[in-house]
T-cell receptor
Framework: NAGVTQTPKFQVLKTGQSMTLQCAQD?????MSWYRQDPGMGLRLIHY???????DQGEVPNGYNVSRSTTEDFPLRLLSAAPSQTSVYFC???????????????FGSGTRLTVV | AQSVTQPDIHITVSEGASLELRCNYS??????LFWYVQSPGQGLQLLLK??????LVQGIKGFEAEFKRSQSSFNLRKPSVHWSDAAEYFC??????????????FGKGTKLSVKP
């Protein structure tokens, strides 16, 4: 049981390049999300998903795309990287049960992205 | 939209002293509330969560939190702090209905330092 796996752990991009941050979970969780963490800003929600085929925007979605074709995977795409997207990115997953209570996210170990 | 405020950016306590970290939220109904801890260079670990019912919630590592609806607060407490508790602590608030449960909003965090 690997939990939430993020790849790569580190990445350097040039301005204007595109890339995909990978996220996979093996816990059959229906909820998945992407956050970015910047000093003094806490974690800010980029996009989240409540199940395969369903995604929604969070607080800071601009410049990022997501899709959820399977329960396990939730990749984050940077279409044209900008220095403002330099950050640590966390993927997370969660589940609900019974009366639908959301049990809180389990986080991956993060991807440190630098855009130069 | 929901929001969360952690008024203290940095707190220093002596080892063995008690701890209280403050969290205030804004949400029109009873929210889901969470506390997470992040050690340097690590991902986030869930300490405890509140859905409904008993307003005093017990978590891991000897932490507890109390939900006070009248004050819109969910403060984290520990009776005796250990040096290993030095980390950054994040409060988070979520909506308690439907697909919006995945929309978990974090505060900016409180960094805890522990003096020997």
């Amino acid at each position: 049981n690997a939990g939430v796996t993020q790849t790569p752990k580190f990445q350097v991009l040039k301005t204007g390049q595109s890339m995909t941050l990978q996220c996979a979970q093996d816990m059959n969780h229906e909820y998945m999300s992407w956050y970015r963490q910047d000093p003094g800003m806490g974690l800010r929600l980029i996009h989240y998903s409540v199940g395969a085929g369903i995604t929604d925007q969070g607080e800071v979605p601009n410049g990022y795309n997501v899709s959820r074709s399977t329960t396990e995977d939730f990749p984050l795409r940077l279409l044209s990287a900008a220095p403002s997207q330099t950050s640590v990115y966390f993927c997370a997953s969660s589940y609900s049960k019974g009366t639908g209570n959301f049990y809180g996210y389990t986080f991956g170990s993060g991807t440190r992205l630098t855009v130069v | 939209a929901q929001s969360v405020t952690q008024p203290d950016i940095h707190i220093t306590v002596s080892e063995g002293a008690s701890l209280e970290l403050r969290c205030n939220y804004s949400y029109g109904a009873t929210p889901y509330l969470f506390w997470y801890v992040q050690s340097p260079g690590q991902g986030l670990q869930l300490l405890l969560k509140y859905f409904s019912g008993d307003t005093l919630v017990q978590g891991i590592k000897g932490f507890e939190a109390e939900f006070k609806r009248s004050q819109s607060s969910f403060n984290l407490r520990k009776p005796s702090v250990h040096w290993s508790d030095a980390a950054e602590y994040f409060c988070a608030v979520g909506k308690n209905y439907g697909g919006s449960q995945g929309n978990l909003i974090f505060g900016k965090g409180t960094k805890l330092s522990v003096k020997p």
